[in-house]
């Protein structure tokens, strides 16, 4: 059973900065896309940021050349840097693991993220 954990989440002002982290139980990341959602009210959760076993990237196009996701396989753990935050980036942020071409099989428990104007 894997157990993701984030953390980091918080209240800034627009234009700030965060880094979310996810920190995995198990070393899962050389075959798990590792994959960042969020979830705002009233909303569907969206794929936010997602990092391939092999380490490419791919962003939503609402948060490309603001957001950077990366990985410590030492550490088992997974990073959303979120720059220039806006408030429509206020949501709750979600970590997840997922087999290729299947949907997430594990998720973290979710941090709030508040963006004011």
């Known amino acids: 059973q894997v157990q993701l954990v984030e953390s980091g989440g918080g209240l800034v002002q627009a234009g700030g900065s965060l880094r979310l982290s996810c920190v995995a139980s198990?070393?899962?990341?050389?075959?798990?896309?590792m994959g960042w959602y969020r979830q705002a009210p009233g909303k569907q959760r969206e794929l936010v940021a997602r990092?391939?076993?092999?380490?490419?990237?791919t962003y939503a196009d609402s948060v490309k050349g603001r957001f950077t996701v990366s990985r410590d396989n030492a550490e088992n753990t997974v990073y959303l840097q979120m720059n220039n935050l806006k408030p429509e980036d206020t949501a709750v942020y979600y970590c997840?693991?997922?087999?290729?071409?299947?949907?997430?099989?594990?998720w973290g428990q979710g941090t709030q993220v508040t963006i004011s104007s």
């Open positions: 997840a693991a997922a087999r290729l071409g299947v949907a997430p099989g594990y």
């Open positions: 198990v070393s899962i990341f050389s075959i798990y896309f």
């Open positions: 990092i391939a076993p092999g380490g490419s990237t």
